[in-house]
């Protein structure tokens, strides 16, 4: 994860309290509130189920909750669907447009629902389609039309951007190209809602994000702090050419020492990585190709929930 610069006011623009939503016996929603700041993007991220899918409609203001409450840029979305339609722009997963439709007509003809939309052209140009105006929808490739939905998003001039599983089948480079245009939608001002069930893109894109498992949300921090809180188990690995590094075993925070030739994995928790540097070294015991294993989001989400995120998985 790299450092990214944070546009924040100090201000919500969205606040979710208590969020809770039921089909017949099903508990699809339990209890969910989060807060959304002015200028971030922000991750929701889960499985298929979780739930994810379901709050962010009701934050839309597609479904209404059966309890709690939600205000976004201070207003009910169940009561005021209209006014805030002129302020939010959605990109939903399923979105489709007829195949014979150019680039530039769709763009047109989103921009006339709203009051004051943006100049189109230059969404064009910001989304990278300038080339593409006069191509149909069904020419495009996956990584252009995500881009071309990604301008429909914005053609209303938002505040707020709601991108639902928006890089699923793009090949890597068009993922990256998506990415960077997300990066640049921020600058601008924009809020960014990013449901994704990658852990990467949420852990490279994303200033907080919100892990929601079985209708509740089981973490909720910048990426980089779900990753830390986690109290389980990486490794660090060296070829040791001299020495014995059973007696590591007994160091604070190691779980585990196996040997394999010269190839030595130490598994631990917290920061048993310095304690056992700090013993090869005193110890006089010279060690090369050292490296510690990154933990990641999905080693947070399997500790949080029991079990991985399936890749296939991309509704709720």
């Known amino acids: 994860m790299r450092h990214r610069t ?28 989060f807060t959304v700041e002015q200028g971030e993007i922000f991750g929701i991220l889960g499985p298929n189920g979780a739930g994810k899918t379901t709050a962010v409609e009701c934050v839309q203001g597609l479904r209404r909750p ?14 005021h669907r209209r006014t805030l339609c002129e302020q939010v722009g959605v990109q939903l997963q399923d979105t489709r447009l007829p195949d014979n439709l150019k680039v530039w ?31 149909r929808f069904g020419k495009l490739s996956g990584g252009q039309k995500q881009r071309l939905f ?14 639902d599983e928006l890089t699923t089948g793009l090949d890597p480079q068009a993922r990256r190209t ?29 200033d907080r994000a919100a892990i929601v498992d079985r209708g509740r949300i089981v973490a909720l921090d910048t990426p980089a702090g779900i990753v830390d809180a986690i109290d389980a188990d990486h490794a660090m690995r060296f070829t040791l050419t001299a020495g014995d590094p059973a007696d590591l075993a007994a160091l604070p925070g190691v779980s585990r020492v196996t040997r394999t030739g010269d190839r030595v994995v130490v598994t631990g928790r917290g920061d048993f990585a310095t304690t056992v540097t700090a013993a090869l070294a ?35």
Request: hydrophobic letters at 40%.
């Open 178 to 206: 998506t990415w960077a245009l997300i990066e640049q939608i921020r600058t601008t001002g924009v809020t960014v809602v990013l449901v994704s069930h990658f852990m990467d893109e949420v852990e490279e894109l994303c």
């Open 6 to 33: 944070r546009i924040l006011k100090g201000m919500a623009v969205i606040e979710v309290t208590d969020l809770r939503k039921r089909y017949g016996d099903l508990t699809v929603l339990d209890g969910v509130s």
């Open 105 to 135: 007509e769709a763009l047109d003809l989103y921009a006339s629902f709203y009051p004051r939309p943006a100049d189109w052209r230059q969404l064009l140009e910001q989304c990278g389609l300038h080339d593409r105006r006069d191509t």
């Open 150 to 163: 990604i301008a429909l998003a914005l053609v209303g001039n938002p505040r707020v951007a709601f991108l």
């Open 282 to 316: 005193r110890h006089h015991m010279p060690v090369s190709d050292l490296r510690i294993d990154k933990r990641t989001l999905d080693d947070a989400f399997v500790a949080l929930t029991g079990r991985p995120l399936d890749p296939q998985e991309s509704r709720s």
């Open 66 to 79: 059966d309890g709690g409450t939600i205000r976004v840029l201070g207003l009910d979305p169940a009561e």
